[in-house]
T-cell receptor
Framework: DTGVSQDPRHKITKRGQNVTFRCDPISEHNRLYWYRQTLGQGPEFLTYFQNEAQLEKSRLLSDRFSAERPKGSFSTLEIQRTEQGDSAMYLCASSSLQQETQYFGPGTRLLVL | AQKITQTQPGMFVQEKEAVTLDCTYD???????LFWYKQPSSGEMIFLIYQGSYDEQNATEGRYSLNFQKARKSANLVISASQLGDSAMYFC?????????????FGKGTKLTVNP
């Protein structure tokens, strides 16, 4: 049983650059979530997809952030014009319609210099 | 107001002893779900245990049990027979509302250290 995978695991970028992260959910999981976790805090919700539809977005998701799930399988999270405050762990999770438990991937650690 | 409060920034326990990690929550919904996750230093969030608001019995999963006190709005995690590998951050989380938002709201976590 393959779990949630995320790529890359680590990303170092310079301020102002664009970055894109990928998440592959557990197969057959309809729901996919993105969270952001900064040092010393719990994860904070960013956005949520059911199949290909983006159903909920947090106010944390500024105009520089965009997420897609074009075919209802993998998802991408893009951050444009990165800022130092974007440095965080970006976590992806998935769940099925039948069970509400969200299973997380290993995360992508972003460092913006 | 914080939805999930974890008042213990750090906890220490001797190997093979039991430990309780506290979690209180705030919601006006009748239907909600409570979760505990473990986060080792590698960063991955590992699901441990789930309690639904309508579940009458406390949830158990192996060495993990959830002490659910609905009237007090508390959902404490009990780890029995602690092992060195239990050293990690532990997060309590809540999903509010049936048919509503699917997001989880997390507490700030408790860092558990298991001493040999």
């Amino acid at each position: 049983d393959t779990g949630v995978s995320q790529d890359p695991r680590h990303k170092i970028t310079k301020r102002g650059q664009n970055v894109t992260f990928r998440c592959d959910p557990i197969s057959e999981h309809n729901r996919l979530y993105w969270y952001r976790q900064t040092l010393g805090q719990g994860p904070e919700f960013l956005t949520y997809f059911q199949n290909e539809a983006q159903l909920e977005k947090s106010r944390l998701l500024s105009d520089r952030f965009s997420a897609e799930r074009p075919k209802g399988s993998f998802s991408t999270l893009e951050i444009q014009r990165t800022e130092q405050g974007d440095s965080a762990m970006y976590l992806c999770a998935s769940s099925s319609l039948q069970q509400e438990t969200q299973y997380f991937g290993p995360g992508t650690r972003l460092l913006v210099l | 107001a914080q939805k999930i409060t974890q008042t213990q920034p750090g906890m220490f326990v001797q190997e093979k002893e039991a430990v309780t990690l506290d979690c209180t929550y705030d919601t006006s919904d009748q239907s909600y779900g409570l979760f505990w996750y473990k986060q080792p230093s590698s960063g991955e969030m590992i699901f441990l245990i789930y309690q639904g608001s309508y579940d009458e019995q406390n949830a158990t999963e192996g060495r993990y049990s959830l002490n659910f006190q609905k009237a007090r709005k508390s959902a404490n995690l009990v780890i029995s027979a602690s092992q060195l590998g239990d050293s990690a951050m532990y997060f309590c989380a809540m999903r509010e509302g049936e048919g509503g938002s699917e997001k989880l709201v997390f507490g700030k976590g408790t860092k558990l250290t298991v001493n040999p």
